[in-house]
Structure formats: C-alpha cells, structure tokens
C-alpha cells in the first residue's frame, strides 16, 4: 500500500487502507480452491471426493443433537423468548449441562471439544429452532474469548480461562463503538500502559456487544500506543482478555432490536479499567489480525444456522403448499408458488453444500480458508434472507401474522413473521455484504497486487523496478493466454453425472474468464480500482456462484443415487450460471457511473422535492 497517496485518496481512507493492510495475513501458506479460481485453476483436487464427516466424529455430534433437542423442547417455547425478550434461567443451564459454552474448548480442559463440523451441526439444529439461543452460542463462541484463546492463548490464559466456560461462563466480543463499525482505524477506545508496563488502564465505549450484559469474561479491542513503522505512525489496536468483575466495567443499556429478542446484547463503558499485560491475546498491536484469523473459522457459524433456519422455512412451506388449496388446486401446484419452492429447495442444497464443505475444510486444517469462510457467510446469509422472504409469499397472510396470533385462532403457528425478523441481521454483523465482498475482493487479487504494485511503488529504485517487471512480464507472457485456451480438465477417476459434467466444465472455463476479467479491471483502474466497488462486487459474485456450483456438484456426486440430489444440483447451478451471466452482461457496460451521479445529487438534496407530502421524524 506505499502506492496509496494521501493527497488523492485522503487521510482518513489512507489509514483505514493501512490499517487493513497491518492486520492481513500476507502468506498463503496452504491451498485455497477460490484463490486458485480466481487465478483460473480449478483445483478438483482440493473439494473431490465431497470431505465427508467421518463415522466416529458424527456418532459424537448425532448423540449430543439429540440432547441438545431434548433439551430445548423441554426449557425453551421460542415465541416466548421473542415475546418476553428473555431467555428462560433453566434454558440457560440446560445449554450449560451439555457443555455447550464450551463446545470448542479442548477435551484437556475440560470442554467437548467438538470438530467445526459437529459445532456448526449444533448451531444449525439451535437456529432452525431459535435463533436468539443460537446467538448466545455462537456470539460466545465464534466470535468471543474461546476461539481466540484456543488458537492464540498462552498456555496460562487457557488454564485460567477455558475451564470456567466448561462450568458455563459467557463470553463476548467488543469491537463495534458508536463511530466504529466496519472501520476500526477509528476505534476511540484506549489501553494505556502504565508505568511499571504490567498493566493496562482501558477507557471507552463499546457498542452492541452480543452476551455482553451477561457475559463473565469479554474480548474487547482498544488503542494502544502507535507504532513507527517505516517512518510513518502506525496505529496499534490490542486484544485484551477482560472479566465483568474488573472494578470500571459498567453495562450502560441492554439494546433492543427488530429481532432476536431474546440476545442479551450491551452498551458497555470501560472506566479506567486496569487489565493486566498478560491478558493480551496474540500481542500488543496484533487485535485485528486476531479478529481476522479468528473470524476465518468464526464465520462458519452463520452459514450453518442460516441453513438451519432456512430448512425450518422449507419444511414448513411444503406442508403449507401442498394443504392450501387456492383457484382448484393446491398453490404448490400452481407454477409461480410452485417455481419459488423448487428454487427454496435448490438454493438450501446448495447451502447444505457449501456450509459443509468449509466446516470440513476447517477440520482438516490443510486449506486456507479465507476466501471460502467470507464466501459462504456471503452467499448463505444473502441466499437465508431470500428464502424467508419468499417463503412469507408463499404463506400469504399467514405469513404476516405473528405465531401467538395465529395460534389463539387455532391455526397452525410457522413463525414466519419471527424468523424474518430474526434474519435480517445475518447479512449486517460479522462483516456486512458489502465488506465481505470487499475483502474477498483484496484476497483474490493478492498474487497480482504482490508482483504488480511493488513495480508501482514511488518507493522502488529504478533498478529495482526494472527487474521486478522482467520477473513480471515472464509470468504473465505464460499465464495470459492461458486464460483464453485452458482445458477444461474433470476430475479423473470420480463418477461424474452426465447432468454435472457441463456444469463442472463451466466452473473451467468460467474461472479464466474471471481470472482475465479481474486482471483487465486491474490493468484498466490500476490504484482506482479500491474505489470500483461494483466492478469488484460482480468479479467476487462470480467466484462466489463458482463456489457454490463446484461445491454442490462435489456434494451431489457424494450423495446416493436415489435421493435426487443431482436434480438439486443441476437446478442449483441452471440459475447460479443465469446469475453470472447477468453479472458477466452488466460487468463493462452498466449505468454505474449515472448511478453514482444520481446519488451524489441525492446526497446533496438535489431530489428533496421528492419527498415533499410526508410526515418525517426523528426522536
Ligand atoms: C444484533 C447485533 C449484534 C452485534 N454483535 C456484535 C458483537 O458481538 N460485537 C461487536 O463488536 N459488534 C457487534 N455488532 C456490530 C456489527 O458487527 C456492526 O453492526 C457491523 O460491523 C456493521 O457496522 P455498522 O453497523 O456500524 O455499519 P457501518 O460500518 O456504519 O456501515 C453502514 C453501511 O455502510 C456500508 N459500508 C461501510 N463501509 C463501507 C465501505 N468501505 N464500502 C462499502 N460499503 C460500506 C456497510 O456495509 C453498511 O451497509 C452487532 C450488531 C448488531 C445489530
């Protein structure tokens, strides 16, 4: 990023750029199908055969689902938790009976130790339930104080720390400030070393902190000192391991939402807080970047209870539409009700596929999941909120009307009208849509970002650069035209479906199309290419529908004939290529540019008169 100009791009930009650059992981140590598909490879290799969940690792996780059920359907009436706002004390306790705030921590220290897979089946089975428990969960687990100090902690914190979670305790994740959301360069919360360096004095405000007005134990995110790196300041944001019990913790609000009623989410205030230096996770100035990695498994929490959820939607749209009879014939007879449930069915194969898939890939520890993690929190959340909507159309009315509605009028109560509320977060926390495609847009253009901006750079001698683009020059002479004559090889050795095989060879010979499209736009806005976020959005939907379709023709192929997961497939991929063309159609000639007048001049009050006639307020 020494290419960045501050003149051109601005101060605050250039240290928010800066400061995402710090907290990157720059090495690609192991494999990444989506990195290779966005270099046009296609590496079969690395999803074929489908990473099926070994027969030891799910007896573990079929005997706790089972549990976990029981126990739900005995402490917890969901529609009670959203209508009281409260999670019942002896739900509580059942979820920590079964160990399941400790479901990630090592067996050694006293937790289940569960794979991702068999955690991501738990919170599946939770959120297609409830989603607010699910929230407890996972907010405890994916995102606070476990999953950091299993991969980062000192052997100390975790003998400190991970056996109080197997007893119950909650944790949570404190990033987010009232100016802080998807920019952390602007965090105003401070850790300020004291003069004997043992301890840290942490000021400042945390905002919609989930758990976090009942959480014992918190990760929060603070400024420490800056740095000097290469000349320049550089700002430091530091992990810290922080307990509720530290005199100058105060719970200021419990926030309230549209859905998840039942979360205990917090406005937090840190007063002088004196945390100890060894409560640092990972190292001073290293919070992102443990943020980042921790949210690369994290992440995979969501598309798991999103399919959760959106399988409770089917199930109950197909009862639906088969009993309702509207015009002479069940509505799921008629083809427009009849096309969105194909579609519901498909696009949860599809689900299924990719949240497995990455859930795997994590256990194996061999890939580097980056891309395919952000990839499927993307797609699932976006694709989960399609198919609640479109399973509120099919319901009609009934789809409007709250579950202890329709269930004093004795009608069966699908909470549609809940799950629907309780959705419409997925796409926003854990890194909005448009972040996650920001950031799988910086990821996928690394290899050329590392040989192509260095030659750039105002900083790189004459000499230098003469030889960094020799170098250049002789990949790109070879890779180049790979990207228009490639094979389209399949994977040999594996029974391919004659309905998969010009899907799979799609996913080919499409990658290169986007490998040469992602190097043209580069090419094309060089340094400018940070702000064309649509050019960059439709490259990453591309890779991401690429993805889903590679990883739904893996799991078809895994599955057994008779179960027609083929069909799903083939229907899956059918619409995913119609999305890709489209993105394809729009990628060089769009309106983008008169869309962004239009919006400056909104911005600027040019269309004020529109709203003219209204009654607007604000308190
Ligand atoms: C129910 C709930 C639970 C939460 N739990 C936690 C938690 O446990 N811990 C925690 O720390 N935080 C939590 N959050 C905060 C959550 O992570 C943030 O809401 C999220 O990161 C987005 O930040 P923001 O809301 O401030 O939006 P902003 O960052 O202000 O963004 C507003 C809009 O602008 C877009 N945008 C912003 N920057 C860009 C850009 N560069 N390019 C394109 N578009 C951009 C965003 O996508 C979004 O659409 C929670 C929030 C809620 C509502």
Known sequence: MDILDEKKIGKDKLKALELAEDSRETEWKMPSFVAELFQGRVRWDLIMPFPAQSEEDKKIGDQLLDQVERALKKHLDPNEVDRTGEMPQAAIQALADLKLFAMKIPKEYGGLGLSQTNYNRVCHLVASYCASTAVWLSAHQSI???????????????????????????????????????????????????????????????????????????????????????????????????????????????????????????????????????????????????????????RLTMPASVTGASKYCLKAVRQWANERHQWGSAIGKHEAVASKIATITATIFAMDAVSWMTSAMADNKRYDIRLEAAMAKLCCTEASWKIVDGAIQIRGGRGYETADSLKARGEKAYPFERIMRDSRINTIIEGTSQIMRLFIAREAMDSHVRKIMPIMSPKTKMGERFALMAKAFGFYALWYPKQFIGLDALPSGVAIPRELRGHMQYVSKTSRRLARNLFHAMMVYQQKLEAKQLIMSRLVNVGTDLFAIASSCSYAISQSADKGAVELADLFCRQARGRIHRQFSRLWKNDDAQACRVADNALNDKYAWLEDGIIFTED
């Not at 197997?166 to 952390?184: C, H, N, Q, R, Y």
């Open 144 to 298: 606070g104080v476990p999953q950091p100090l299993i991969l980062y902690g000192t052997e100390e914190q975790k003998k400190k720390y991970c056996p109080q979670f197997a007893k119950g305790a909650i944790s949570a994740f404190a990033l987010t400030e009232p100016d802080v959301g998807s920019d952390p360069a602007k965090m105003k919360t401070t850790a300020v070393p004291d003069a004997d360096g043992k301890h840290f004095t942490l000021n400042g405000l945390k905002l919609w902190c989930t758990n976090g007005t009942v959480a014992d134990i918190m990760v929060v995110m603070a400024q420490t000192p800056p740095k000097i790196v290469k000349g320049r300041e550089r700002q430091q944001i530091t992990a810290f391991i922080v307990e509720k019990n530290m005199p100058g913790v105060e719970v200021v609000h419990r926030c309230r939402f549209m859905g998840l009623n039942g979360i205990q989410n917090g406005l937090l205030k840190f007063s002088n807080v004196k945390v100890p230096r060894e409560n640092i996770i990972l190292g001073e100035g290293k919070g992102l970047k443990l943020a980042l990695t921790t949210l690369n498994t994290g």
